[in-house]
Every structure is written in C-alpha cells, then in structure tokens.
C-alpha cells in the first residue's frame, strides 16, 4: 500500500517563526503536492511538484515556498508564520494514473 | 470560485437508504474523482472517471459524468452508519506542459448515516 507521512499531527508556531512541514512518500510518486483545508473553503492547492527540484504554483502560494530535493520528499516552508495561516495541511502524492495519496494532515496553529 | 462545487453541502439520512452527491465545475477536465475524508483525517480515493466514461461502479459506489452539463454525481446505494464522512470532487486538468498537472477539489459534502 502506498503510504505518505507528515512529520507532525499537531504543531503550535509563534507568529514570525519559521516552519517547516515534511511530507515523505514510499511509491516513488513523481508528483506531489501541498494543500491547505479550511472550513467551508474546501482544500486549496498551495505548490505542487512533478519532479525532483521542479515546482509549480498552485491557487494560493502566496507566503509559502516548497522544497524537493529528493523524490520522495517535499517539504513546505512558512517563511515566516501568520495567524491566517493556521489551518490543516495536506500533502498527497500521485503516480501516472491520477489517484492522489493524502498524508494524515498537519493541523498548525500560529499564535 | 471553485473548481468543482458539491450539492448538498450537509445531508443526513438512515441507514440504507442511498445517498446521492453532486458536483459542478467549470472548465475541461481530464478526469473526475471522489475522496472521503473522516472527521480530522487525510482523504482516501473512492473513484476516478474520465472524461469519455458516462458512468462507473466500485462496490456500493456510483459515479456519473455529463461533460455537455459539466457536472457528476456520486451516489452510496444501502448506506451504512460507516459512511459518514465528508466526500469531495476533484477534476484534474492535466497533463500540461510535461507534468501530470494539478486537481481542484471542491468545498464538499457532509453526509451523516443514521444508525
């Protein structure tokens, strides 16, 4: 079974912190993504990537940015923390036939 | 606003009874999927239909998809109090420009199964 992990459930930041979530996948997945849910907003595509070091924009990246460095790894970065970006984060990853993996999610508050 | 777009937002029913959930959308896709997502989770694929498939079945699950009327519907036939969950659409645009491209989830459903 394929399986994606995030490195926490729960994280609490301070605004103005730094913050990094990981997301690691076992399928060697070329494509990854990273979304925030919101209630009543749905989820939102933050950044995806379709290949090690390759990254595109989704609908709402402002004030994130991604890493992929290894194929099984791609992590998201909050430069630096606000409260409007507590929220739950998702990372999914999906091979050639289009069916997306989700990790467990990362519910993050910034206080 | 959203790529897809479910209706009903909430719906509550008994235990088998069957449920049904729409989606919309807005542009060409290439194909269509349904998720569920238990309270707090990650969400887990149900199905996948593609753009020149009318109609596909998984178990108890039901997909349609008119792409003249760009909409689907996913319909739970003999419910169980299990089912409840949050289901969503997503339509994926890809492949683009070398990638696979990306997906659009919409706000989804909230559908409750009385024991």
């Known amino acids: 079974d394929v399986k994606v992990t995030q490195s926490s459930r729960y994280l609490v930041k301070r605004t103005g912190e730094k913050v990094f979530l990981e997301c690691v996948q076992d399928?060697?997945?070329?494509?990854m993504f990273w979304y925030r849910q919101d209630p009543g907003l749905g989820l939102r595509l933050i950044y995806f990537s379709y290949d090690v070091k390759m990254k595109e924009k989704g609908d709402i990246p402002e004030g994130y940015s991604v890493s992929r460095e290894k194929k099984e790894r791609f992590s998201l970065i909050l430069e630096s923390a606000s409260t409007n970006q507590t929220s739950m984060y998702l990372c999914?990853?999906?091979?050639?036939?289009?069916?997306?993996?989700f990790g467990p999610g990362t519910r993050l508050t910034v206080t | 606003s959203q790529q897809g777009e479910e209706d009903p937002q909430a719906l509550s029913i008994q235990e088998g009874e069957n449920a049904t959930m729409n989606c919309s959308y807005k542009t060409s896709i290439n194909n269509l999927q349904w998720y569920r997502q238990n309270s707090g989770r990650g969400l887990v694929h149900l199905i996948l239909?593609?753009?020149?498939?009318r109609e596909k079945h998984s178990g108890r699950l039901r997909v349609t998809l008119d792409t003249s009327k760009k909409s689907s519907s996913l319909l739970i036939t003999a419910s169980r109090a299990a089912d409840t969950a949050s289901y969503f659409c997503?339509?994926?645009?890809?492949?683009?420009?070398?990638?696979?491209?990306?997906?659009?989830f919409g706000d989804g459903t909230t559908l409750t199964v009385k024991p």
């Open positions: 997503a339509t994926w645009d890809g492949p683009v420009w070398g990638n696979a491209g990306k997906s659009t």
């Open positions: 999914a990853s999906t091979g050639q036939t289009y069916e997306q993996y």
């Open positions: 239909i593609r753009s020149n498939e």
């Open positions: 399928m060697d997945h070329e494509n």
